[in-house]
Structure formats: structure tokens, C-alpha cells
């Protein structure tokens, strides 16, 4: 058996740091970029169970690995998952344990999840208008996220983020209305391009993609913004902006129009234990048949971690105007 490394190391040199580990592919929204409107799960089974997740957690940890970000699916619906939470708050080598939910869960949960470790929280909010809400989520109720979104603020992470979709179409007037709720809050928002992850028929990609240059415009006419360096570092590939007199920053997320790939510092595991060295390519290591074999060690987890940075890809090829490549959608990847 080969020497363990202390940290993983791709074959470009980039040093991977972060995990993002989806601990289910089921949701109680069905927004209409993310998923079909009928959409079939991975059977129970075959998911992970949370003791796989924490072993996964451990061995990531024991690699170099500082932040772990749990997401789905809706990772707050996932029984029991505080439990997950509190074991991994108390991972010596984690520094940031970190979190993205719809905050459908939030009122009940944000306290919670703070006082079991959970660092800085990023909740999905595309419209404040109820009926559009519901419509670009099919099943949310907008009134039961923003008093999550409220207990998150109240909970006292070290951040909270709103993430937004712009879809031209169908809110991309409200823009500003979002960049509203988080500047009077004091919270981060960050608006992520539309990815073409899995096949979708509500709407054309082609047509509906907004891109950053085009928001920051849009914004611009109201705020003045303040580049706050480049993308990378412990912020990921966001490239942020200071807003005057506020303690939000306002983030995008730009894979299409800003490729970030040479600054990528991260993989995903899947709720099936697939991990996933790209989120735009199907380069993988089966992870769960590593955990369920009888002949499973810490080890032998380990090194089929390191044996995956040999095939983690140089760069994903997203082309919004063309078919998607990637039919895995994103509650299966794992945002
Ligand atoms: N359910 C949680 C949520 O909605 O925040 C966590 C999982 S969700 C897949 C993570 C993030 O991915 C969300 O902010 C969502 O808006 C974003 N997302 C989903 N599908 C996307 C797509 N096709 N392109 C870009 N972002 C997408
Ligand atoms: Fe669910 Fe999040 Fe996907 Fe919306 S973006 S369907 S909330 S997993």
C-alpha cells in the first residue's frame, strides 16, 4: 500500500480543500432549473447512510480536507441529518462546516445547526413574490423561506448568503429587489448562472441565460459596487463586491462567462457515495462500493481519494446554447 499524503493533489498542481457532500437527492421543491417536474430518486438503499457520510467526512478530513459543505437535494430533509452535523462539527482538522438549503426547514433547524458547528449557511431565493416563488419552485412557499432566512440571521452564523438563479423571463426584474432584501439585512447575496445540468422542458436555456456582466449592469444603476479582489481563496469562485454602507457583499458566480476552473479547489460526492471530480464532467470514483466492501479500511477509503486526483478533469466545457452534455441533474451533484 502506498505512503498516505497529507493533502490531495490534483495532476494541474491545484490543491483540493474542499468537499461538498450531497446527503440525499430528494427535495421537497422541484425548482424548474434543478429538476423535471417528475423526477425519480436514487432508492434508499443505494444512498449513504449518515454513518458512510461521516466516515467519508473523516477520511476527507484526514487528507487535508478543511471545509465540507453538506447540500442535495435538500439536505435538511434528510432524516436525522443534525446528527451528521453535530459529528462533524467536531472533526478535529474541519475548519468550516458549511451549508446550502432552500430554507424550507430553516425556522425549526437554524439554531440548531449553528450551535452544532455549522459556520456560514447559503439559502436558495429567486423571487419575493409568492406566486412567482412558487411557480419557479413548483412546491415552495415563499413566506415559510424568509422566516428561515430570518432565524439564520438571528442564529448568528459568521455568514448567510441568499443564492439566486436569474432566468430571463421570469425574474429577471427583480434584480434589485433581492439585492434589496440582502443589503437591509446585512447578508451576502450571490447570483449564479444557470448551469445545463440535466435535461429540462419548462424553458430554453439558450433564451433564458443571464449573465453576470449583464446583472452587474443592472445592479450598478443603484449600487455603487467595490471589486473586492480576484475569485479563489476561501471564498470559491465567486467574485465578490462590497456594497456601500452594508456589511453584504454581493457575489457571482460565474462558470459560463467567467471560467474558474484553474482556481477549482474542491470535488462532490453524490448521495449515492459517487464522487465526482468535476461538476461539468462525469469523470467519478465509486466511493460507496470502497465503503461496503469486506475489505474496507480507513485506508482503503483513503487511497481511492488519492487515486482520484489523477483523473480529476483540467476544466468543465458548459455551453449554454447547445444540448447538455451532463443528464445528471443538480440534486444529484450536489450544487
Ligand atoms: N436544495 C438546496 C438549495 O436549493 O439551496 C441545496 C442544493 S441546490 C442543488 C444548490 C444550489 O444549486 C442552489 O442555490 C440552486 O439554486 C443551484 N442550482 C440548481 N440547479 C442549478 C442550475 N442548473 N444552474 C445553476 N445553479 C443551479
Ligand atoms: Fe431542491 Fe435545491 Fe434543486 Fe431547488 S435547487 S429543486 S431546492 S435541490
Known amino acids: 500500500m502506498n505512503a498516505l499524503p497529507p493533502t490531495l493533489i490534483d495532476r494541474f498542481g491545484r490543491r483540493v480543500d474542499y468537499v461538498r457532500l450531497s446527503v440525499t437527492d430528494r427535495c421537497d421543491f422541484r425548482c424548474v432549473y434543478c429538476m423535471a417536474e417528475e423526477m425519480t430518486f436514487v432508492p434508499k438503499p443505494q444512498v449513504l447512510t449518515l454513518e458512510e457520510h461521516f466516515q467519508l467526512a473523516q477520511a476527507f478530513t484526514e487528507l487535508g480536507v478543511s471545509k465540507i459543505r453538506l447540500t442535495g437535494g435538500e439536505p435538511l430533509i ?37 450551535d452544532s458547528g455549522v459556520k456560514r449557511i447559503n439559502i436558495s431565493l429567486d423571487s419575493l413574490q409568492p406566486r412567482r416563488f412558487r411557480q419557479l419552485t413548483r412546491h415552495g412557499n415563499l413566506d415559510q423561506v424568509v422566516a428561515g432566512i430570518e432565524a439564520a440571521v438571528a442564529a448568528g452564523f459568521e455568514r448567510v448568503r441568499i ?68 475569485p479563489g481563496g476561501a471564498d470559491g469562485p465567486a467574485r465578490y463586491f462590497t456594497l456601500p454602507g452594508s456589511t453584504s457583499r454581493l457575489g457571482f458566480i460565474s462558470p459560463h462567462s467567467e471560467n474558474f476552473c484553474h482556481l477549482c479547489n474542491r470535488v462532490r460526492v453524490t448521495a449515492e457515495g459517487r464522487l465526482l471530480l468535476c461538476l461539468g464532467n462525469e469523470h467519478s470514483v465509486d466511493l460507496r462500493a470502497v465503503l461496503r466492501s469486506p475489505h474496507y479500511t480507513p485506508d482503503s477509503l483513503k487511497q481511492a481519494i488519492v487515486a482520484a486526483m489523477a483523473i480529476k478533469p483540467e476544466r468543465h466545457h458548459f455551453n449554454h446554447e447547445a444540448e447538455p452534455e451532463i443528464l445528471r441533474f443538480m440534486n444529484t451533484t450536489g450544487g
Open 78 to 114: 434528510r432524516n436525522d441529518i443534525l446528527s451528521l452535523v453535530k459529528r462533524l462539527g467536531r472533526l478535529p482538522a474541519l475548519e468550516q462546516l458549511v451549508l446550502t438549503t432552500n430554507g424550507s426547514q430553516l425556522q425549526r433547524m437554524a439554531k440548531s445547526l449553528r
Open 163 to 230: 443564492n439566486a438563479v436569474i432566468l430571463k423571463g421570469r425574474n429577471e426584474d427583480e434584480v434589485l429587489d433581492l439585492v434589496d432584501f440582502a443589503y437591509r439585512r446585512g447578508i451576502d447575496i450571490a447570483f449564479i448562472e444557470e448551469m445545463p445540468l440535466g435535461r429540462i422542458l419548462e424553458h430554453d436555456r439558450a433564451l433564458s441565460f443571464c449573465g453576470s456582466a449583464e446583472l452587474r449592469a443592472i445592479i450598478s444603476q443603484r449600487y455603487s459596487m467595490h471589486a473586492l479582489g480576484d
